[in-house]
Every structure is written in structure tokens, then in C-alpha cells.
């Protein structure tokens, strides 16, 4: 039961995020804005629920399966791809290096703040 409730309280917050681009015209995806509403529920909250660890963790363990249809439409779409593969690929490898920049940076700079505060 509390699964259902972590699983229905995520997709408010999407639909959240959705109606609230929607309605303010927001240039951002409806499912971001949903994110960075859940961002400032738990820091409000200070704790993440345990059934939100569980229901996301599950969920992060079977991603794959949610990139099943992108991957069917991407291949529906394979004439086009064909003409287009240029911009296709240098998007595939600058966001690949730009995503692997920013994440040894957050890296980086968090063991820096991990050890200054001195915890190990």
C-alpha cells in the first residue's frame, strides 16, 4: 500500500508540474517542473519517506523499460534518421560529454565538501 501511495504522490507531482506550465506558460517540460516541485516538497520536509526511497529506487531499477516506446519511435522514424544522422549523432556525443562533465564536477566539488567538513 505505501507503494501506491509514493507511485500516485509522484505523478501528482507531475501533474502538478504539468498543469503549472500549462496555465503560467513556462518553457520548461511539464515532468521538470513536477521534479523541482518534489525537490522542494522534501527539502521543505527535511527527510525523504521510505516509501518514496523504495517506489523511486524501483522504479530507477527498471528505467530501461520506460525508454522502451522512445526507442520504438525512434525507430518508426529511421527514414528521417537516415537523412538527419549527422546532428543526430554530434547531439548523442556533445550531450554525452557535457553530462559527464557536469557529473565529475558535482563529484568533484562534493568530496571537496565532504572533506572539509570532516566527515569521511
Not at 498543469?19 to 517542473?33: K, Q, R
Request: with cysteine; glycine share 6%; hydrophobic share 60%.
Amino acid at each position: 500500500m505505501p507503494f501506491l501511495i509514493a507511485f500516485a504522490a509522484l505523478l501528482a507531482f507531475q501533474l502538478a508540474g504539468e498543469l503549472l506550465v500549462h496555465f503560467f506558460a513556462i518553457p520548461l517540460p511539464g515532468p521538470l517542473a513536477g521534479m523541482l516541485l518534489l525537490l522542494m516538497a522534501l527539502i521543505i520536509r527535511k527527510r525523504v519517506p521510505a516509501a518514496l526511497v523504495t517506489t523511486s529506487s524501483w522504479l530507477v531499477s527498471h528505467l530501461m523499460l520506460l525508454f522502451i516506446p522512445a526507442i520504438a519511435g525512434v525507430m518508426l522514424s529511421f527514414g528521417q534518421l537516415k537523412k538527419e544522422w549527422l546532428p543526430f549523432v554530434a547531439a548523442g556525443i556533445f550531450g554525452t560529454l557535457i553530462t559527464q562533465m557536469a557529473t565529475a564536477f558535482c563529484l568533484s566539488w562534493l568530496l571537496k565538501r565532504r572533506r572539509t567538513n570532516g566527515t569521511s
